[in-house]
């Protein structure tokens, strides 16, 4: 609600007022108050609207009484005016406050559901200090189309970032599927590759059971061993991942897998071995959505996020996360696409 709502009912008894002292004593002014108690409903709960409708009787009548026609029949129908609307202000008072209250417990239950699908991102797992963004292209969700999940287990940190085809609720169905079968398997699972390949069967069950065959996951899985000086990173049909060195940003060089969902049409072909990538101290490895990469700006060009990232001349998580936190919005506006970010370097 807009700063200067609240302050309608004063400026409605300051223009009544004022119109009662410029117009000639024939006329009584203190019919504008008999609105007063339902612009006062839009603001306060129903004692205050209550109390504003006594009010605003009270002062309707004493400016007849001023002006000598406290009996007409024209200002008793004043009073009944504004004695009806009062009843029906209080009673739309209540009804809007009540109303807020369950939009409030509404929203409560549905960000502590989505932040339970979404969790936030730790700022160290394991040998890794990692930094995130998240953010979803309609404002008044929390959770849209892209994914995210950092877990440290006994083979060492996987981390997931993904994006859903399609938005909506189907998509945010689709996010917490392959994030919860992603949480169990990553516990369970030691070989990467088949960890990918489970998460592609449950994509597809999921497609089975709604009857929607084009549904697929892009998605990139990454994982960290204790001590190591690399990552090992499957690629299933994701936006390449960078690594970004001093004011080097350079894309990884990995094999590109069919999205998750879609691992069925080259069944019988092997699967490529996960590609081992050096991760050492000062380095940084960045994985991201298309939401970043295909934002544009007002002439349509994407956002060149190498070489925004190459000028930055620092490789720290936290502040590659945080300048295109930024950068992105200031370049793009309003984002069209779901995005978000993971930044990982050695702890």
């Not at 369950?102 to 559901?113: G, Y």
């Not at 030691?190 to 592609?200: F, G, K, T, Y």
Request: glycine share 10%; hydrophobic share 50%; with cysteine.
């Amino acid at each position: 609600m807009p700063g200067w709502v609240p302050w309608l009912p004063v400026v409605l008894v300051v223009l009544d007022l004022v119109s009662e002292a410029v117009v000639p004593d024939a006329v009584a002014a203190g019919f504008l108050l008999t609105a007063l108690p339902v612009v006062v409903a839009f603001s306060y709960g129903p004692v205050v609207t209550a109390l504003a409708t006594g009010g605003a009787l009270g002062l309707q009548l004493a400016l007849a009484v001023r002006a000598g026609h406290l009996s007409e029949q024209h200002h008793v129908w004043v009073y009944v005016s504004t004695l009806l609307a009062g009843v029906m202000g209080t009673a739309l008072s209540w009804q809007r406050v009540h109303q807020n209250r369950n939009l409030l417990h509404a929203r409560t239950v549905a960000e502590t559901l989505q932040r339970t699908v979404l969790r936030p991102v730790p700022e160290r797992v394991g040998g890794l200090r990692v930094a995130g963004l998240y953010r979803s292209a309609q404002a008044e969700v929390l959770v849209g189309g892209d994914l995210y999940e950092v877990c440290d287990t006994r083979f060492g940190v996987r981390v997931l970032l993904g994006d859903v085809r399609g938005k909506g609720l189907g998509a945010v169905r689709t996010v917490a599927d392959v994030l919860g079968a992603f949480r169990a398997t990553a516990h369970d699972t030691a070989d990467l590759v088949e960890m990918a390949e489970q998460l592609d069967r449950a994509v597809l069950r999921d497609a089975a059971d709604r009857g929607d065959q084009e549904l697929f996951v892009t998605a990139v899985l990454v994982q960290h061993r204790p001590g190591s000086d690399h990552v090992e990173i499957v690629n299933r049909g994701h936006v390449t991942p960078l690594l970004l060195a001093g004011r080097t940003v350079a894309a990884v060089d990995c094999p590109d897998e069919l999205p998750l969902g879609l691992g069925h049409l080259t069944a019988g072909e092997p699967c490529a071995r996960p590609a081992h990538t050096a991760l050492l101290p000062g380095h940084t490895l960045l994985l991201y959505t298309d939401g970043v990469s295909e934002a544009r700006d007002a002439s349509g060009a994407f956002y060149p996020l190498a070489r925004r990232l190459a000028a930055l001349g620092t490789t720290a998580p936290d502040r590659v996360v945080s300048f295109l936190a930024q950068d992105v919005h200031e370049y793009a506006g309003l984002l069209a696409d779901d995005l978000a970010v993971l930044a990982l370097t050695p702890a």
